[in-house]
DNA sequence: CATGTTATTGCAATCAATTGCGATTACTAA
DNA sequence: TTAGTAATCGCAATTGATTGCAATAACATG
């Protein structure tokens, strides 16, 4: 629970008011281990309080984005949010097919982040970046599916 | 304009029907040189078919893209759309701060695409991939106002 | 503890994109 | 050329995300 009062510390730091719907957002986060989809915390939030606004969980999920506190993530086409691994960054593979979310060292893009700098002076936004595409799994049950089709 | 009867025919093929809404959908894309946004393409067809509607235009655009007619690529959070380049796939990096596409040679993410392969036996969707960040132009221009502050 | 200031909230409106549905129309085949 | 049929369209409703605004509540200050 370290974590949790370090970003309530942040929050106090910069300024900002601690209100039961920023409190709420925060323990839900905290407690999912992966990533979490906005309206799955907006679903939670409502549990312990009902007049919870979708909005506000966006508003409340962008502060905690610009502290630092949760990091963004674009899966598909939807946004999800995760605590800040303070461990160091990650990627991630994302199956289109069955969803699965695999973690990606950062080093994987370390060298396309490098090449784009040196080359065009180009700095790209790859802080927690998700690939999109087809796992092992999928591939082979897609292939499997297509033979019994003949 | 060769191109243009290639789609023709391809929609024929496939069994669609040649509607007045498509043609003129397929005319603006093929007439422009780069991206369009999908407003960029209603706002055109609207001129020359008022009755046209927003949600004909999408479909036609997702349509042609699984004919392979045209290509779709996100930039930011919006959908763009160009004929296909035959001559080759490319990506692009676009600006966050002043728009601004540049074309990318596929070269660029070959090697991560083969490593995602080999290493997870993962198939990335990297057709036609926009990457955001921050161009050097706008990098400098963001360090000299950070400069003019002091 | 009471009070004033202002950040924050809930609600409604809005925007890009998608979808269900009944009306229309492109094409097939007589 | 003329139906018949299914694909397609226009329209309205829906969804995820964002924003303006008036009402509310967190917090500083006395
Ligand atoms: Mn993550
Ligand atoms: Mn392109
Ligand atoms: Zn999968
Ligand atoms: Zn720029």
Not at 107 to 133: I, S
Not at 141 to 150: I, V
Request: glycine share 6%; aromatic share 8%.
């Amino acid at each position: 629970m370290i974590k949790h009062e370090q970003a309530i510390e942040t929050l106090r730091l910069k300024g900002h008011r601690l209100t039961p719907q920023r409190l709420i957002v925060l323990s839900i986060i905290a407690s999912s281990d992966g990533h979490m989809g906005v309206d799955e915390v907006f679903q939670a939030a409502k549990k312990t309080y009902p007049y919870m606004d979708i909005a506000t969980v966006y508003r409340t999920l962008h502060l905690f984005k610009d502290l630092g506190v949760v990091t963004e993530v674009a899966i598909g086409d939807r946004l999800h949010f995760e605590l800040t691994d303070l461990d160091g960054h990650h990627h991630h593979m994302v199956c289109r097919a069955c969803n699965g979310a695999f973690n990606l060292s950062p080093h994987y893009l370390a060298e396309f982040r490098d090449t784009l700098n040196k080359e065009f002076g180009f700095e790209p936004d790859l802080e927690h970046f998700a690939v999109t595409g087809i796992c092992i799994d999928c591939q082979r049950s897609e292939f499997e599916s297509k033979e019994k089709q003949k």
